[in-house]
């Protein structure tokens, strides 16, 4: 009977040590030890009446007296804990249990909806624009956040969940078991009260022919049931001990279990806040370190342009310099030549009222007359040779406008790139004021060869050099036809 005890108290008491690899698990812990508790307690006093009912039917043999005939001993009979009992226990624990995933269901579903909701704000968020990119960022991160939060309830309920159908398996398997052991306790109290009934008609028969060695047998008997009854109690005194140190021991259990999920909870807790704020700092030096780079190639490549622009630039204004010291130098000729032509028109004019003059001296002055003449073809050689250096100088003059002109536009086109690398923002309205200014000095027009503006004083300088050209050209035919004139009127003189 002490094997059919401990079998029936084993399995509970295996079934009592937590599982504390779940620290959150704490209300699913406390059911199953009430459920374990009430268990053990209801099987507790069930064993213990079988073990007194088999030891009462053993004592309860017959101990013939010489008047009455056998004594037959009384005792109270307990109601012991019925299956369907334990059936209906263990069918509230599972309803229990499946209340619990129905409420961890609606959990879900309440999530999702919080989760609808939220992706709605982001996207109306998005819709909306302007300022709206850090909002939307502070959303990402309470998302992710929240996200990592579900992540892991999720598995703790799929946690809780697997416990809870071992808890379900192991109930069944308990109630298997107890079934069982009822049917044993059945099958061996049927036994016993065949074996009494045998003994009862063996006591019959032999109770008249040994009555003597009966009595001796029986009060050595009853001294051995006396016996027993007496271990039986010191047994189950030890026994009500050891169950009341058990229960110290589950409770001073209990609180430390407690404590140690309190601690754990903390300290996941603190570990949770620094993982964030890890993350939340590996994310921003992440966006800082691209952002830096960003730049830095930004940087670099306007370095290369701004270099490349200012030797450009450099370039042009010494091209632009020399083709400027020319352009003096030309003007400088220029004005030289306009000075010649002067002189030579006063001297034109000398010369052609002393011809006047000297027509009526003519043969006085015949060989100053021819003097002045060849000094006049020289000096019209030598206007016909300024003539053809004033003409390439125009020409290499007007190549050098369109030149400047060119090099103003390339200028202006390399400034407003520049202007829109610094400012991207303001180049269209400074590219658009450029455009404007090139169309009003240019008239309107790209083309680099038609200038209005300044064009008008170098045409004046051609209308005068052509003018002074043509009565440099004029001049000495006139002079010729002087000279024969003057030939003529000495050969009729």
Request: one cysteine or more.
């Amino acid at each position: 009977m002490s094997s059919v005890h401990s079998s029936s108290c084993g399995p509970s008491t295996e079934l009592v040590q937590p599982n504390t690899s779940h620290p959150h698990s704490k209300n699913q812990v406390n059911a199953k030890r009430n459920f374990l508790n009430e268990q053990h307690q209801h099987q507790q006093p069930t064993a213990t009446t079988a073990a007194t009912t088999t030891h009462a039917n053993l004592s309860t043999k017959p101990s013939p007296s010489p008047a009455n005939g056998p004594v037959r001993t009384s005792k109270k009979q307990q109601k012991p804990l019925t299956p369907e009992e334990i059936q209906q226990l263990l069918q509230s624990k599972i309803g229990q249990l499946d209340a619990e995933q129905h409420l961890e269901q609606e959990e879900e579903k309440e999530m999702a909806k919080a989760i609808k909701s939220a992706s709605k704000e982001i996207h109306q968020l998005i819709t909306e624009g302007g300022a709206g990119s850090d909002a939307i960022h502070q959303k990402y991160m309470d998302l992710f956040q929240d996200y990592k939060k579900l992540e892991r309830n999720l598995a703790k309920l799929k946690r809780k969940y697997e416990q809870a159908n071992k808890d379900k398996d192991s109930g069944k398997s308990e109630l298997s078991k107890v079934t069982g052991q009822k049917q044993k306790i059945e099958t061996l109290c049927r036994q016993l009260q065949q074996e009494n009934k045998r003994i009862k008609e063996e006591s019959k028969r032999l109770s008249h022919t040994e009555q003597a060695k009966r009595e001796e047998l029986t009060s050595k008997f009853e001294t051995t049931i006396w016996e027993i009854k007496s271990k039986m109690e010191e047994d189950n005194e030890e026994k009500r001990r050891r169950f009341e140190d058990t229960e110290l021991l589950k409770d001073k259990f209990a609180t430390f279990i407690e404590q140690y999920e309190i601690r754990e909870r903390h300290f996941q807790a603190v570990i949770k806040s620094r993982q964030l704020e890890l993350q939340l700092a590996e994310v921003k030096l992440e966006q800082q370190k691209h952002l830096l780079q960003q730049e830095e190639l930004k940087v670099d490549s306007m370095k290369a342009q701004l270099a490349s622009f200012i030797k450009t630039e450099a370039e042009l204004r010494q091209q632009l310099n020399t083709y400027v010291d020319k352009f003096k130098q030309v003007e400088d000729t220029l004005t030289k030549s306009n000075e010649l032509f002067a002189k030579f028109r006063s001297e034109m004019q000398q010369m052609t009222k002393k011809t006047q003059k000297l027509e009526k001296e003519h043969a006085t002055v015949q060989a100053k007359c021819d003097r002045s003449s060849r000094s006049l073809i020289e000096m019209a050689e030598t206007v016909q040779k300024s003539q053809k250096s004033l003409e390439s100088s125009v020409a290499s003059k007007q190549k050098l406008e369109n030149l400047c002109r060119a090099l103003q536009v390339e200028r202006n086109n390399l400034r407003a790139r520049l202007f829109k690398y610094e400012n991207p923002d303001e180049s269209g309205i400074e590219h658009t004021k450029d455009s404007e200014l090139t169309d009003i000095m240019y008239g309107g027009s790209n083309n680099t060869s038609t200038v209005s503006i300044p064009a008008a004083p170098n045409n004046h300088c051609n209308n005068d050099t052509s003018s002074s050209s043509s009565s440099g050209r004029t001049s000495p035919t006139t002079g010729r036809d002087e000279e024969k004139g003057d030939s003529g009127g000495g050969q009729n003189s």
